[in-house]
Structure formats: structure tokens, C-alpha cells
């Protein structure tokens, strides 16, 4: 099974904060990984596929790159709005979920 | 528009039963792939089983033997069959398209609850 590795598992930033998370995968998984964005209450929100690709009507400040066994989900310029938990998943191999990132107000 | 509408949680004691259901509109559960995603309490997400195009059906290791995933197409609803629930299967439970090839999810329900105690 393939595993995934998000860092950090939380943290803390400003409105107007660049933010960037990490997530590393066990093997390759190509470009198959995709990332979430969840808010208690609701229902997890597409943001980005097949790596770099923006879901339609995500905004543009919501960026991903990386291939193989390293990833990163760029947020710039935060906004009230974008304080989330942020996931990303790898659907190489059925699929599998990274253990989260809060982003939370600092 | 896409909609998903998951029902069928609640209390059911270790051992015990529970089928969820999963109600499509906007999109035919025949021709796509529907998925099930879970959340422990203070835990993150955990993909549980898909059903394909051609019904093959795969489920996490956590849950195999456990679980069944079924559609009815006439009712354009994905079902989640759960038998000898345990503790840890204690979750909400998302219902949600996957996109083949890329498998990613692009429309999800806003779960039910699933609460497993004597």
C-alpha cells in the first residue's frame, strides 16, 4: 500500500500569508495526487488534480506541483475563507489520504 | 448540478449492522465510479470501497470481508453495506464521485454519521 506524508500538520498564518504544504508518497504515484480542502461541517472540496490541475471556479491563488514522490500546495495570499484542513490524496493505487494540515489563524 | 445525498446512520451496537445509502441526481451511478470516504472523529480521511462502470468493486484493507458496495441503477443510488461494525468503523461517511483514469473526487455528499456503541 502506498503511504502518504503530509508536513506540517498544522499551522498558523496570516491573511495575505503565502503557505505551502508538503505531501511525500511512500513509492511513485506519477502525477496522480490530488488535493482537498475541508471544513468542519462539510463536504471536502476539490482544489487541485493530477498534481498541478485547478478544479473549475477554485481560485487561481491555490497552486500544486511535484511528481513521483513529492508534491506541494502553494496558497497565496491567504484569505479568511482558505483557513481549512488541507488533504491530499494519491489515486495511483486505489487511494489513500494524507493525515491532514491545519491551517489555522495565527 | 451534482448532488449527493447520503442516509442510513445512527447507532448500532459492536457487531451489529447498517446499510448506508448514497442518492445520485445530476449524474447515473451506471456510468461512473462512486466511491465511499470516511472520517473518524478527530481523525483525518480514509477512502473505505468503490464500485466501477462494469460493477468491480475494491475495498480498504480496514474494512474487506466487512463491507459490501452495491448499486441500484433504477434508483440511481450507491449503497455501503456494513455487517460485524466494530468501534473504529465509527465515522462520518462521504459518498462521492470518482472521476476514472484520474481518480480523483470531484462531487461529494455531506455525509452521515455513523456511531457504533453499546
Known amino acids: 500500500d502506498i503511504q502518504m506524508t503530509q508536513s506540517p500538520s498544522s499551522l498558523s498564518a496570516s491573511v495575505g500569508d503565502t503557505v505551502s504544504i508538503t505531501c511525500r508518497a511512500s513509492q511513485s504515484v506519477s502525477r496522480y495526487l490530488n488535493w482537498y480542502q475541508h471544513k468542519p461541517g462539510k463536504a471536502p472540496k476539490l482544489l487541485i488534480f493530477e498534481a498541478s490541475t485547478l478544479q473549475t471556479g477554485v481560485p487561481s491563488r491555490f497552486s500544486g506541483s511535484g511528481s513521483g514522490t513529492d508534491f506541494t500546495l502553494t496558497i497565496s495570499s491567504l484569505q479568511p475563507e482558505d483557513f481549512a484542513t488541507y488533504y491530499c490524496q494519491q489515486s495511483h493505487s486505489t487511494h489513500t489520504f494524507g493525515q491532514g494540515t491545519k491551517v489555522d489563524i495565527k | 448540478e451534482v448532488q449527493l445525498v447520503e442516509t442510513g446512520g445512527g447507532l448500532v451496537e459492536p457487531g451489529g449492522s447498517l446499510r448506508l445509502s448514497c442518492a445520485a441526481s445530476?449524474?447515473?451511478?451506471?456510468?461512473?465510479?462512486m466511491s465511499w470516504v470516511r472520517q473518524a472523529p478527530g481523525k483525518g480521511l480514509e477512502w473505505v470501497s468503490v464500485i466501477y462502470k462494469d460493477e468491480t468493486t475494491y475495498y480498504a484493507d480496514s474494512v474487506k470481508g466487512r463491507f459490501t458496495i452495491s448499486r441500484d441503477n433504477s434508483k440511481n443510488t450507491v449503497y455501503l453495506q456494513m455487517t460485524s461494525l466494530r468501534a473504529e468503523d465509527a465515522a462520518v461517511y462521504y459518498c462521492a464521485r470518482e472521476v476514472p483514469v484520474t481518480g480523483h473526487f470531484d462531487y461529494w455528499g455531506l455525509g452521515t454519521l455513523v456511531t457504533v456503541s453499546s
Open positions: 445530476g449524474v447515473s451511478v451506471r456510468s461512473t465510479y
